[in-house]
């Protein structure tokens, strides 16, 4: 990758911030709400799958003629991912880095599964504000992660190829956004590999620490 100017798309939750939001549980509670909505052949398929959370609501959606269910399971949703927020944290380097790699001339950017009203809320509260030249969150794009058309819009608004461009999350729903975009990804974490729930997908780097990103671009 050459040193001119690239279009970094930072994943939030578990890339620049730490939260502490319990997805299990909250998966649990969605998956509790569709065993009240569908037979039980169903639920016994949905219960052994794997689905991001945002997949579980769309179920809740298609199946909710009411409405009320739906509204009931983003609630749910919107609860378990401020609780988890409030009690995050950023690490060390994170903040410096992203300053750094701002200087040298990069386009910052962030694309989250998180909402808006979230993270509004989480990025001023641990000092990320006039670092990211533009966030996107879920509520802006019709088809979240792992669909790459948050992606795409990304890059058609600063006008970058493919080549350009690289994705910095922590899960496997980011790397697989960024094998659908057909863009760089960098996994940053040290448990596992990523994309490895659902298929395998090679990382052109895997980082442990943020400020590692000062060594490649």
Do not use: C
Request: net charge negative; proline share 2%; glycine share 6%.
């Amino acid at each position: 990758m050459t040193s001119s100017q690239l279009l970094l798309i930072f994943d939030m939750d578990g890339t620049i911030i730490q939260s502490k939001i319990d997805y299990m549980g909250m998966r649990d509670r969605l998956k509790e709400i569709l065993q009240d909505i569908v037979n039980e052949e169903e639920y016994q398929k949905i219960r052994q799958a794997i689905y991001t959370i945002l997949e579980l609501v769309l179920m809740i959606k298609e199946r909710d003629s009411s409405g009320e269910i739906y509204k009931k399971a983003w609630e749910i949703v919107e609860k378990y991912e401020l609780k988890g927020y409030e009690e995050a944290f950023v690490e060390e380097g994170v903040l410096e880095t992203l300053r750094k790699l701002k200087k040298k001339g990069h386009i910052l950017v962030i694309y989250t599964n998180n909402s808006r009203k979230i993270t509004d809320f989480a990025l001023p509260k641990y000092n990320f504000n006039n670092i990211f030249e533009y966030v996107l969150t879920r509520d802006e794009v019709e088809h979240s992660k792992p669909n790459p058309e948050g992606i795409f819009f990304l890059m058609q608004k600063f006008q970058k190829e493919t080549s350009s461009t690289i994705f910095i999350g922590d899960s496997w729903v980011d790397a697989e956004t960024a094998l659908n975009a057909k863009i760089e990804f960098i996994y940053y974490g040290s448990e596992g590999a990523p994309g490895t729930r659902r298929k395998k997908i090679d990382s052109s780097h895997i980082i442990s620490s943020m400020t590692e990103l000062l060594n490649l671009y």
